[in-house]
């Protein structure tokens, strides 16, 4: 059974820097894309960065510069460097994968992610 399990989430004040973690099991995802999406109540679900499997990168224009998405394929592991927070990133994140193979395009849809982890809420104070 595939499970994604983030971990890093919590408050901090707005400027400030956190580091989301995500570790994969249950499958292989050498070959996946990963990524990060957040949502706050009342919104959909927004995309915020995307790594292919040979470590090309895509980020929401909202986080270019501020935030870093990177991966460890030996630790099945994801980051999203957070720098820079400001509150209207405040939010649950979520760490996703995709179920197919992506290696020179990142994927950027809800739709094309097919394995999605529990969330960790990152709140940033005014």
Request: with cysteine.
């Given at each position: 059974q595939v499970q994604l399990v983030e971990s890093g989430g919590g408050l901090v004040q707005a400027g400030g820097s956190l580091t989301l973690s995500c570790?994969?099991?249950?499958?292989?995802?050498?070959?996946?894309?990963m990524g990060w999406f957040r949502q706050v109540p009342g919104k959909e679900r927004e995309f915020v960065a995307a790594i292919s499997s040979i470590g090309i990168t895509a980020y929401a224009?909202?986080?270019?510069?501020?935030?870093?998405?990177?991966?460890?394929?030996?630790?099945?592991t994801e980051y999203l460097q957070m720098n820079s927070l400001r509150p209207e990133d405040t939010a649950?994140?979520?760490?996703?994968?995709?179920?197919?193979?992506?290696?020179?395009?990142v994927p950027?849809?809800?739709?094309?992610?097919?394995?999605?982890?529990?969330?960790?809420?990152v709140t940033v104070s005014s």
């Open positions: 570790v994969a099991s249950g499958g292989t995802f050498d070959n996946s894309a224009d909202s986080v270019k510069g501020r935030f870093t998405i990177s991966r460890d394929h030996a630790k099945n649950v994140y979520y760490c996703v994968a995709t179920r197919d193979s992506w290696f020179r395009n950027s849809h809800v739709v094309q992610f097919g394995y999605w982890g529990q969330g960790t809420q």
